[in-house]
């Protein structure tokens, strides 16, 4: 990509920002919701191809399996992806945990094409009381 096109393109997610988040953020707060946006939509670019069979996996194991918690390799296998490891899963979970936070993304750029894995805290296990 030439330098110019490039410039094009910043130009042009810079405007749909100033247009999008008037008012809502402080105008130099615009690159803290611009990248994850940006990555958002790559995720879902790249996805799309596949989204109808995880669809259709999440649907099988929902309803006809009658899963409690979702089978990672059945999805994994419909998409054709491999996302994390998962050291790096744990280390998220961890993380989600100790933030008190409920979801969190893990993000691996480090490979050729982006992968990434959503992950949610544990429910907390019900203590019977003795």
Known sequence: MNAAIHNKLVSFIWSIAD?????VYVRGKYRDVILPM???RRLDALLEPTKDRVLEELAFQKDEATFTEWDDNG?????????????HLAQAINYLEAYGM?????????????????????????QSSS
């Open 38 to 40: 940006v990555v958002l």
């Open 102 to 126: 409920p979801i969190g993304l893990l993000i691996n750029f480090g490979n050729t094409s982006l992968q990434f894995k959503r992950g949610m805290k544990p429910k907390p296990k019900n």
């Open 19 to 23: 247009d999008c988040l008037r008012d």
């Open 75 to 87: 999805l994994r296998q419909s998409s054709g992806y491999v996302f994390y490891e998962d050291v």
